[in-house]
């Protein structure tokens, strides 16, 4: 492995954790400062080998850009020479042209989707990971798209509680025309620098990032507005041009600030150990009803889709008619006048995020009432459809095993999202006939396999989440996940408390220390590979910093990271084949002489499982395995 030659400046960055990193940014970046000097943290070794690792977790990693090379070409270099050529990129960063392809939408139109080469979008994962944070700190809380531990859950239930506990009736909808296409490159670089991202450098990285060359059907488009679809960096920018929208509407009502009194009828919620829960603002919102002529809004957002809830119909109207010369004003976009309207949630239901719902009467109050979106359901019943067919088709026996598979694993996921809506058992009642019927016709011909009604369950979870239901079949042997057995199941806010770049502290159980994974980021090098070196260190965090056979407290001196099955030619650095143990059993699993064997048993006291385990490490290395009781009963004699 050729040495890594770096000066003093380069040695400095290094010295800090891409984690700590998060926490100082944030926390810093929530009291205002901005930041001009972060290119060190982008150039860090730990950012560049975080980034490294949060690229292979994605499955477009996978996917060649123009230069045809994938992170798989990566991973086989030394990890100095992946350090370096990022440092080397971005010293005079010039993004290789982006490849275009047209993804099909259901309306039969077209989804345009930019992919980078696989070196331009580990850059776009160091420069997100070091500008998340800042922005994160700056963004709105019902920004709910494209952000750590937030999702569409998150999304609904802030509907589901401004219609049915906040009576808010009234709901805009405002469709932006090809909002990722049509991103002012000027404004996005003017708002970034508002939020704090003031480092020149950077900034000429992100412009670049923005005017990299476009190559679709072997022509070349250079961009003048827009953030290409596909890109890691993307989603972020796309938050960071909509959070100003998202601000704007708060300031109308709910962050309207008023003088009277010190802190302006704003009063923090906290709980037993006096952590801020929630800020209430209910004083002031009233002071505001009954002294001002102020417009009642509030914004739910996921992505570009967004809603805006308000309390009678006028309020509404003016509230469309604002926001649309807003959006044209300030952000340069265009809306949709067919997809933009007004909704009574007392009479007609609304959509979003696949799901509709609206309001109805329930004693003296309005409660949820809510569906799949009628698109939603044609799609889902058309996927399961043809899975389903391909299930029943004798001529596709062969492939029995995989398409049942793919149709369990197709309808978990779809009962997971869709059990946000209140009457969704209904919905997949209703599905359920439209493509299964009553399953008569798979026991006519004898070459296909009888749907049968008794069987075993064999999983721990299916048998938990659907082992009530009487709608349960079995084709072979293989059981059929019951595609009409669903429950409702209400959408969760997201705890104010769960935040990434807020350090949280482990229960005792947990012994990974935060000093270990620092030393292990920091000496990466010591492995023959970056992807062992990354691997090593998701062992360490999924072992809980524990020994995998004693399960004592791994310390940074005494762990050793062993291949499950040893490499024979080819390596194999996969997270499967690599254990952390401690030396003691380290030496033991490897030793293959009497002598060894009694020396290295004789500080320790093992169990029957741990001997178990020692053992079946010793089987893959084709060593004999060890018969404890005659070592114990020589050291004793000893």
Not at 193 to 205: F, N, S
Not at 443 to 456: S, V
């Amino acid at each position: 492995m050729a040495k890594r030659i770096v000066n003093k400046a380069e040695r400095n960055a290094e010295r800090y954790d891409a984690k700590e990193i998060g926490y100082k940014l944030y926390e810093e970046s929530q009291n205002g400062r901005t930041f001009d000097r972060l290119m060190k943290y982008i150039v860090s070794e730990q950012n560049i080998i975080l980034a490294y690792r949060n690229i292979c977790k994605n499955g477009g990693s996978k996917t060649p850009g123009t230069d045809g090379k994938t992170i798989v070409q990566i991973q086989e270099l030394p990890i100095d020479t992946v350090i370096k050529t990022i440092r080397n990129k971005l010293n005079y960063y010039q993004p290789k042209k982006v490849r275009r392809v047209e993804i099909p939408k259901d309306n039969g139109k077209t989804r345009p989707l930019g992919i980078p080469s696989i070196w331009d979008r580990l850059i776009q994962q160091c420069v997100l990971q070091i500008m998340e944070p800042i922005c994160e700190a700056k963004f709105h809380e019902r920004n709910n798209g494209f952000r750590p531990y937030r999702s569409t859950q998150n999304a609904i239930a802030q509907c589901y509680k401004m219609a049915q506990l906040q009576g808010l009736h009234f709901v805009v909808d405002v469709d932006i025309t090809g909002f990722f296409d049509n991103i002012d490159h000027s404004k996005l670089i003017r708002q970034l620098w508002a939020l704090g991202i003031q480092d020149r450098k950077l900034i000429m990285i992100i412009k670049q990032m923005l005017k990299a060359d476009i190559l679709f059907n072997d022509i070349i488009i250079t961009p003048e507005t827009g953030t290409p679809q596909g890109g890691i960096l993307s989603p972020l920018l796309a938050n960071v041009v909509l959070n100003e929208l998202d601000w704007w509407i708060a300031n109308q009502w709910e962050m309207f600030k008023i003088k009277e009194g010190k802190t302006g009828y704003e009063f923090d919620k906290t709980d037993e150990e006096g952590n801020v829960l929630t800020v209430d603002r209910t004083q002031k919102w009233n002071k505001l009803r009954a002294k001002t002529d102020l417009k009642e809004m509030y914004i739910v957002r996921y992505a570009d889709d967004f809603k805006i809830f308000c309390r009678d119909y006028v309020t509404a109207v003016k509230t469309m008619q604002a926001t649309k010369l807003w959006l044209a004003e300030n952000l340069h976009l265009q809306t949709s006048e067919e997809k933009s309207g007004i909704t009574n949630l007392r009479k007609n239901y609304t959509t979003f995020l696949g799901i509709k719902f609206k309001v109805v009467p329930k004693g003296n109050k309005w409660i949820i009432r809510s569906h799949m979106a009628d698109k939603s359901k044609t799609k889902v019943i058309k996927k399961l459809r043809e899975v389903w067919q391909d299930i029943e088709n004798p001529s596709k026996q062969n492939d029995l095993e995989k398409n049942i598979t793919l149709f369990n694993a197709m309808v978990m996921g779809m009962h997971n999202y869709y059990c946000m809506a209140t009457l969704v058992s209904a919905d997949f009642a209703d599905i359920s006939f439209k493509v299964m019927g009553k399953s008569n016709g798979m026991n006519h011909n004898r070459r296909c396999f009888p749907l049968k009604k008794d069987g075993e369950i064999t999983s721990k979870y299916i048998l938990k989440k659907y082992g009530k239901s009487k709608q349960f079949r079995w084709i072979n042997g293989r059981m059929i996940i019951p595609l009409g057995y669903v429950a409702y199941e209400y959408p969760k806010y997201k705890r104010r408390e769960v935040n990434k770049y807020v350090r949280k502290y482990s229960d005792i159980e947990n012994c990974v220390s935060f000093e270990i994974m620092k030393y292990m980021m920091e000496n990466a090098n010591n492995y023959p590979t970056l992807e062992m070196a990354d691997n090593a260190l998701s062992r360490y965090i999924a072992q809980k910093g524990k020994c995998a056979v004693t399960h004592n407290a791994l310390t940074a001196m005494d762990m050793i990271c062993l291949h499950i099955k040893p490499c024979k030619g080819e390596r194999n650095d996969t997270y499967r084949n690599l254990i952390l143990l401690s030396k003691e059993i380290a030496d033991i699993v490897s030793a293959d002489t009497e002598k060894k064997i009694l020396k290295s048993i004789s500080m320790l006291t093992l169990t029957e499982e741990m001997e178990e385990k020692i053992n079946k490490l010793r089987e893959h290395r084709e060593l004999e395995p060890i018969q404890f009781k005659d070592y114990i009963g020589t050291k004793e004699k000893s």
